[in-house]
């Protein structure tokens, strides 16, 4: 038996799982709607004075992405652990962080990219200055891939537990910590005009570093939560 | 000739071994933690002078510094255990690992309460947004979430090696917990105590100090002797040593 090439095995993991999300696309909404009620509260608690929610608003922008990210997470493997195909997956010849990796690319793009695309929204909701968004969307991109694959090794982590959402953000929230100080440092300097390039070099360094051993990390997590 | 060292810390590995093993060392860490403990209060509440800037209000370094020690020190008993028990596979590796959190967790608590008690009357604040404070919080959640992903699981085998892959994760934030006061400079004081070296301290002072990380290291191998032979008999519950263990208590 010959087996289909690695980028072919890629591309079909790839379009299995964007087109089972597009068969669900109520569920993509769901995370943008979060982020955009998250982002409305604000005001309402802190008072609509604009220099205040000038000055939160890249912090603000960036938590709530993050936390609409979470909300999220939890369904990366679920519907896989439930009809088995995650242990299929595991069985297969080619080799699984490759295949993970694909996983997580399909739920960056479903999950991810909808919250950058409104962040420019979100932004000017809180009258960040036009300016400062190019950042604010660079430092996002930078930083929600490097919250995906570390977010995929700790959802592995708990595949085989029963109920993981509060324990998943337990474990995700603190090692995500010098992520958003990093993308956090970098829109509060470009908004007093200063150099901003230095934390998105650190963002960009960490992201090269997490593509590479993540989705090996995941494999291992994989493996340890599922042979019970 | 010279491998019995490499044999005798194989049995070591064995749980009946070190049930015996911890049960006869357990006594004596204990009293010497008490010991060491009494002697280092001592020596630092009552005999070491008070501060020239701080007046007596410095001796809160006597809990606070050992507890900080001790919280990196445990995270990383715990990392190397954790990966111990994912690479060989050995049972007590993944209990030391998982028993070590809980008291790791302690000390870190205490680091930070003691920290903040400290903090009030020195900065004026009970806390602040320092990278030190920060990674040691950030450090008690991650012994947090090791505690918390360990007992989500149903078998405790699977559980404890899911939660060492955790501490092996996240040991990446001792070096920044220990070196938070040279990398960034915040309101923390830098090191004070240094093992290489001259440190900035009188000796005074910094024999109760030493001697309370002496007292908290001994307080943590009694703790965790005891908490991993009752984990042991918990965990191999119905084989024949701890039915032999049983029969024994019951004729007592």
């Known amino acids: ?228 | 000739m010279s491998n019995w060292i490499p044999l005798w810390l194989h049995k070591l590995g064995s749980p009946p071994t070190f049930y015996r093993f911890a049960g006869a060392l357990q006594p004596w860490a204990m009293t010497l933690a008490l010991l060491l403990g009494a002697v280092a209060l001592y020596g630092g509440l009552v005999l070491a002078p008070a501060d020239y800037q701080q007046g007596d209000a410095y001796r809160i370094i006597f809990i606070h510094v050992p507890s900080a020690w001790m919280s990196m020190f445990i995270y990383a008993v715990m990392g190397v255990a954790g990966f111990i028990a994912l690479v060989w596979r050995i049972k007590l590796a993944e209990v030391v690992a998982m028993e070590s959190a809980p008291i790791g967790a302690a000390f870190t608590f205490i680091t930070l309460v003691t920290g903040s008690l400290w903090g009030k009357p020195m900065w004026g604040t009970w806390w602040t947004w320092d990278a030190r404070l920060t990674s040691e919080l950030v450090l008690l959640f991650l012994f947090l979430g090791v505690i918390g992903l360990y007992h989500a699981f149903e078998d405790r085998r699977q559980g404890a090696r899911a939660a060492a892959f955790l501490a092996i994760i996240g040991i990446i934030n001792v070096p920044i917990v220990h070196f938070s006061v040279n990398w960034w400079n915040t309101l923390h004081q830098g090191s004070t105590v240094n093992v290489f070296g001259q440190s900035k301290m009188s000796w005074d002072m910094l024999w109760p100090l030493l001697t309370m990380t002496l007292a908290t290291k001994f307080y943590y191998a009694a703790s965790l002797f005891r908490r991993v032979r009752t984990d042991l008999l918990a965990l191999e519950g119905g084989k024949d040593w701890v039915r032999r263990i049983a029969e024994d208590e019951v004729d007592r």
């Not at chain 1, 669900?24 to 604000?42: E, N």
């Not at chain 1, 979470?70 to 679920?78: G, K, P, Q, S, T």
């Not at chain 1, 010849?93 to 490759?98: D, I, N, S, V």
């Not at chain 1, 809180?126 to 570390?150: D, E, Q, R, Y």
């Open chain 1, 1 to 228: 038996m010959s087996h289909p090439s690695l980028a072919t095995a890629c591309s079909a993991m790839l379009r299995r799982d964007l087109t089972l999300a597009w068969r669900r696309r109520g569920d993509i909404a769901m995370p943008v709607l979060y982020a955009l009620i998250v982002t409305m509260l604000f005001p309402f608690a802190l008072g609509p004075e604009d220099t205040l929610l000038q000055r939160i608003a890249g912090g603000v922008v960036l938590v709530t992405v993050l936390l609409a990210m979470l909300l999220a997470l939890d369904a990366m493997f679920a519907s896989d652990i439930e009809d088995g195909s995650l242990e299929q997956l595991v069985l297969a010849p080619q080799p699984l962080a490759l295949m993970l990796g694909m996983k997580i690319l399909a739920h960056w793009i479903t999950t991810a990219l909808p919250l950058i695309v409104i962040a420019p929204l979100m932004a000017a909701m809180l009258h960040l200055p036009g300016a400062v968004i190019p950042v604010l969307l660079l430092a996002l991109l930078l930083a929600t891939p490097l919250l995906s694959l570390l977010g995929a090794v700790l959802v592995a982590l708990t595949a085989g537990t029963r109920r993981s959402g509060m324990l998943l953000a337990l474990m995700l929230l603190p090692l995500c910590v010098p992520a958003v100080i990093f993308a956090a440092g970098a829109v509060a300097a470009a908004q007093q005009g200063l150099p901003w390039l230095a934390p998105v070099s650190w963002l960009g360094a960490a992201l090269v570093l997490a593509v590479v051993l993540a989705p090996l990390a995941c494999a291992a997590a994989l493996r340890i939560a599922l042979d019970a």
